[in-house]
């Protein structure tokens, strides 16, 4: 999708959550969405989180899709430094199994959303990101009508 201004911006914590991310990155380009992809820990690269966020909607982005495991605290991060909606994707983790990223991502204070999937809901990251996207542009609406018919018929 690079000859087109990405749509979608995908920033994950860490190269290891890649394959789970693969299913979110399979789903944009099955749309035909494009998207910006970047790797960045609120912890370990705090201020590239920082600069990515904020400046995520002036490069052109409409919403956010922002994975981690464990103490995941990236999509909120990123949701305090923009005005986008924020999707989150809870990594399944060795030793919490994943509830550790849940929990930590979905228990946003007041004021600050972070709509949340199911851990490892990469691809249905990509479905809601589409469905965002469709809400101001019939082409991409169109695109999860078509999917969902494709789904109905099995
Ligand atoms: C988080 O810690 C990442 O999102 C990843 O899910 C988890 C483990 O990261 P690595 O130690 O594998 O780099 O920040």
């Given at each position: 999708m690079a000859q087109q201004a990405p749509l979608v911006g995908i920033i994950m914590?860490?190269?290891?959550?890649m394959p789970v991310m693969q299913a979110c990155v399979d789903q944009l380009e099955e749309f035909g969405i494009p998207y910006e992809l970047t790797i960045a820990s609120a912890h370990r690269n705090p201020g590239k989180v920082h600069e990515w966020a904020s400046t995520a909607a002036q490069r052109g982005m409409r919403v956010i899709i922002a994975a981690a495991g464990k103490a995941a605290h990236l999509g909120g991060v990123v949701a305090a430094f923009t005005p986008l909606p924020v999707v989150g994707v809870p990594i399944k983790t060795s030793?919490?199994?994943g509830m550790d990223s849940l929990l930590s991502m979905v228990?946003?204070?007041?004021g600050v959303p972070v709509a949340c999937v199911a851990i490892n809901g990469a691809k249905n990251a990509a479905i809601f990101a589409a469905q965002v996207l469709g809400t101001g542009d019939d082409a991409y609406r169109q695109r999860i009508v078509d999917f969902k018919a494709a789904m109905a018929e099995g």
């Open positions: 914590g860490s190269k290891s959550d030793d919490l199994g228990q946003m204070p007041s």
